[in-house]
């Protein structure tokens, strides 16, 4: 994501003070947005995606009206069902295929590829991470204090002690969205094993109570309890997110509680979305590096993430993305 000006034609303008703010959708399935803000002198301060929790940190509740269209939580065919459990397949086995890679020495670069060639050789799919919004690789490797989207570099080996989420996402020839995430340790860390275990068990317990009819601020509720009940804290510049034939559609999913009435959904059958809690060991609060992707957090604490692929069903949940490492038995009905 250089940014060089205008993000496209269609962008839409916003002045507030002396900011100028330009706002542009990524393509018609994205109910997300990429934002731009300039100062004054033409100089732009930052680019990126927009994101409720983020705008509402930054701008005056009124400008999230007038920027987002109203909420739009699509429901998926039973053919579309389908598509989302192949692409969700995928995602996990993506997972699976690079745990063995993960150890001591490597780098991140090298994991990368490996991703790569297997989600486009062997399952004929596209990594969508690769140039999403300017993105330059095909999965995210988050390490230690790093929060999420770092970049992978083959440079940066692994070493004993690091703890690391690998995020895989992979588009369907047919056009649907898998995404996941896991955690991985590399040697021995006591923290880093807390942390990631406790993470994991904010994502089940927010899974477990998948429903028609829960609402979203119960999700969230369900994750910053066990976090906080642990010492931690909960991110809340970026979310989980609805997900199909866009990467991210409505809703947004947030792991705090931090719902607007209008946000704060009631769950249905056949809508699928992620749960993607990032947990910190000291201070919530993130910033994103000069390269414009890399978030890590402000205090340089440690920070880990688990993710899911979700379906709704009439009777619960469905994890589109589950591992064979998984004991889902916890899930009541499915
Ligand atoms: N997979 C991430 C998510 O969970 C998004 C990564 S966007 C990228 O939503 F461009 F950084 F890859
Ligand atoms: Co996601
Ligand atoms: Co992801």
Request: aromatic letters at 6%; one cysteine or more; proline letters at 4%.
């Amino acid at each position: 994501m250089t940014g060089n000006g205008a993000l496209q034609e269609s962008a839409q303008l916003y002045t507030m003070d002396s900011l100028r703010v330009e706002v542009a959708r990524h393509d018609s399935h994205e109910s997300w947005c990429a934002y731009a803000i300039f100062q004054s002198d033409g100089s732009q301060l930052t680019l990126g995606l927009l994101a409720v929790p983020l705008m509402r940190t930054r701008f005056p509740r009124g400008a999230i009206t007038q920027i987002r269209d109203s909420m739009n939580v699509p429901i998926k065919t039973p053919e579309e069902i389908e598509l989302m459990r192949e692409a969700g397949r995928q995602a996990a086995s993506v997972l699976e295929m690079i745990t063995p890679h993960v150890q001591a020495g490597v780098s991140t670069g090298h994991l990368d590829r490996l991703c790569h060639d297997y989600i486009v050789n062997e399952l004929g799919s596209t990594p969508a991470p690769l140039n999403y919004h300017g993105f330059p690789k095909s999965i995210c490797t988050s390490i230690n204090h790093v929060v999420c989207h770092g970049i992978p570099d083959d440079s940066k080996k692994l070493k004993k002690g690091d703890i690391m989420n690998i995020d895989v996402t992979v588009k369907t020839a047919a056009g649907y969205h898998g995404d996941s995430s896991m955690m991985f340790i590399i040697g021995e860390t006591i923290q880093g094993e807390r942390l990631s275990r406790v993470t994991q068990e904010c994502l089940y317990k927010s899974m477990a109570l998948v429903r028609p009819g829960v609402r979203l601020s119960e999700l969230a509720q369900a994750i910053e309890h066990h976090a906080k009940a642990n010492g931690y804290s909960v991110v809340q510049d970026f979310c989980g997110h609805g997900i199909g034939a866009g990467f991210h559609e409505d809703p947004q999913i947030l792991h705090y509680d931090g719902y607007a009435p209008e946000a704060d959904i009631e769950l249905a059958a056949g809508m699928c979305f992620t749960i993607e809690p990032m947990i910190n060991v000291g201070d919530y609060r993130t910033k994103v590096l000069r390269d414009g992707w890399t978030a890590v957090t402000k205090d340089k604490g440690l920070t880990a993430q688990w993710e899911h692929t979700l379906l709704v069903t009439e009777t619960g949940v469905e994890v589109l993305t589950a591992r064979s490492d998984e004991d889902l038995s916890f899930l009541a009905s499915s």
